[in-house]
């Protein structure tokens, strides 16, 4: 694939836009910091995902979602392992390890992502795309490098790095749902988290700031966490976990620039890191996959338009090129295309 044309594809589009905001967000929750605490912080800006996604699918008067049970269970894990599971894991780890060495380890969740998304959930992919990933990787602790780590307990890495396989596992889990609409699933994964976090910051003797900084960090949390998790999901959708995670990956280091343009100092380590990201993102964007595969017979919902992957009837004609929404099956076909490792291309290798 060309790098212009795979920067036109959607997937990738989403993926790199989910992690800009993300990665902006960090040099404005770090000025929140001053004022409201981190679980503080992290409670509001889920609630404020999942209050703005709510308010926006209202106001679109957006569709009912209903869930088929499989969904359903695939969604209801995801939730478990990312919403509740992993904050508490990580809170109990950030109680016996300096912040710094916590930013370190928390690049741990991209690799058990990749490593789920690989050997358990059977994602293709080939050296290429495992070199981009190494270099993806390598970039990012050296971004986090804290110079030293240090630890009250051995148990706080083991907890925060439970935390990251844990989130590892929610990536994964919500790529099985991620046809559905992505604004729902940001939306209700919002709540959950949020009221977890603030939950547990209550309990932990923690009060409730001005109400001009919840307002600024609920805002913050509705691009940063919300907007973003919804694009997140896109990229789930057309390109898998793994290389999904691999271009969210580049959100640390859209983070670092923007704190150099707000007068940071340019440092060696930055630059390295931005150097081993670019060129593993390269890979990815560069990236050829293409061989002869058969798709199996397969029935879901989702919007579409009819391509090759989307061809049936209609009690009512339905124009070329537009979207629109309704249960529909797959015939069994096989043939030969450039194509990634999306809901429709779930073939072994």
């Known amino acids: ?41 992290a409670g509001l800006l889920y609630l404020g995902s999942g209050l703005g996604l709510t308010l926006y699918r209202w106001l679109r008067r957006a569709e009912r979602v209903r869930l088929s049970r499989r969904d359903a269970f695939w969604f209801g894990a995801s939730v478990l392992a990312g919403g509740i599971l992993a904050p508490v894991l990580f809170m109990i780890g950030l109680q016996g390890a300096a912040a710094s060495t916590a930013s370190l380890l928390l690049n741990a969740e991209t690799v058990f992502t990749t490593l789920l998304a690989w050997w358990v959930f059977k994602e293709s992919f080939d050296r290429r795309i495992a070199w981009g990933m190494v270099a993806i990787v ?11 780590m240090h630890f009250d307990h051995l148990w706080s890495a083991a907890a925060i790095i439970g935390a990251c396989f844990s989130w590892g596992v929610d990536n ?67 390109l898998g976990s793994a290389r999904t995670g691999a271009y969210f990956s580049s959100a640390p280091f859209v983070g670092a620039v923007l704190s150099v343009m707000l007068g940071a100092p340019v440092t060696p380590l930055l630059l390295i890191a931005g150097a081993l990201m670019g060129w593993g993102i ?13 798709h199996t017979r397969m029935e879901h919902d989702h919007v579409h338009v009819h391509d090759a992957h989307h061809q049936h009837t209609h009690p009512h004609p339905v124009a070329p090129g537009v979207r629109h929404r309704h249960p529909h099956e797959h015939e069994p076909v096989t043939h030969d295309h450039t194509h990634a490792p999306d809901m429709h291309h779930l073939h072994e290798h």
Do not use: C
Not at 139 to 145: D, E, H, P, T
Not at 209 to 237: C, I, T, W
């Open 138 to 148: 390598l970039g990012m602790v050296l971004l986090s490098w804290p110079g030293q």
């Open 282 to 294: 390269w890979m990815h964007l560069t990236e050829s996959h293409a061989h002869e595969h058969t």
């Open 172 to 238: 994964n889990l919500t790529r099985k749902v991620s046809l559905t609409d992505t604004s729902w699933i940001a939306a209700n994964k919002g709540w959950v988290a949020g009221s977890v976090n603030l939950g547990l910051a209550l309990l932990l003797g923690d009060h409730l700031p001005a109400l001009p900084d919840v307002a600024a960090a609920m805002l913050l949390g509705f691009f940063a966490y919300g907007v973003s998790l919804a694009l997140f999901v896109v990229g789930l959708r057309h």
């Open 1 to 41: 694939m060309s790098f212009l044309r795979a920067l036109r594809h959607p997937g990738i589009q989403a993926a790199l836009l989910s992690a800009l905001l993300f990665g902006a967000s960090t040099p404005l929750a770090k000025a929140l910091l001053a004022s409201v605490s981190p679980w503080m912080l």
